[in-house]
């Protein structure tokens, strides 16, 4: 159970750190990141938070990856909703502030795509099922066997290219962030020496029947003693 535990702190974690990065990415001011262009695309046309839209997006990302054989677990739910009602709290409670010149704007970009690395670096370690976004980069990575770094900047630019047309902000900042995550994410994972493709993810019924199996252990123990 403490094993069990440890890896849904971890989750929350990495969940934590990708939406407080993805914020820093919105409030550098220089252009939005390329999902972020998306989600305010897309929720301009509904009437939607950027957080809210990312839920609805993230459902459907969950569809396409899960067809392609990806699993499906908690962490890809917390992955859906933390992080994006997240996203529209610190925006809402306005506790990070806007840089007021293009170079702290940069500075500001550049850590919040670092923080959202580490953010997924947690929360894919936990094997509890990643976010839909990095499950759909781990698709691409399995199904091409390109670099995780080549994959993500595929992603990027697509969400990127269909968000303007949608009527997204596109700036200076999201060319920085379109042609830069996937290396931040490269650099991260290398550090780390984490390797995205090696993690055997639980689905739902699997951490379902785990927990129902550690707690008939623990009754038996109890039982015996």
């Not at 580490?118 to 990643?130: E, K, N, Q, T």
């Not at 700036?171 to 962030?177: E, F, K, L, P, R």
């Not at 994972?189 to 029947?209: C, N």
Request: aromatic share 10%.
């Amino acid at each position: 159970m403490k094993k069990f535990l440890s890896r849904v702190f971890s989750m929350l974690i990495g969940t934590s750190l990708y939406a407080i990065g993805l914020v820093l990415t919105i409030k550098a001011n220089i252009g939005y990141g390329p999902w972020e262009v998306f989600h305010a695309g897309l929720g301009s046309k509904f009437g939607v938070g950027i957080g809210v839209a990312s839920v609805f997006v993230s459902i459907v990302i969950v569809i396409i990856v899960t067809l392609c054989g990806e699993k499906f677990g908690i962490g890809t739910i917390a992955g859906m909703i933390i992080t994006g009602l997240l996203i529209d709290v610190i925006i809402w409670i306005n506790i990070i502030p806007t840089p007021d010149n293009f170079w702290l704007g940069s500075a500001m970009l550049i850590s919040g795509l670092f923080i959202v690395a580490l953010g997924s670096y947690f929360y894919i370690r936990s094997a509890l099922g990643i976010g839909p976004r990095d499950n759909l980069m781990v698709v691409l990575t399995r199904k091409t066997k390109w670099p995780v770094g080549v994959c993500r900047g595929i992603v990027e630019i697509t969400v990127t290219l269909i968000g303007w047309l949608l009527g997204g902000k596109v700036g200076v900042g999201t060319i920085i962030s379109m042609l830069a995550i996937g290396f931040c994410i490269q650099i991260t994972f290398r550090v780390l020496r984490f390797d995205v493709t090696a993690v055997s993810h639980e689905t739902l019924r699997g951490t379902y029947s785990a927990l129902i199996a550690k707690k008939r252990e623990h009754k038996k123990e109890r039982n015996a003693s």
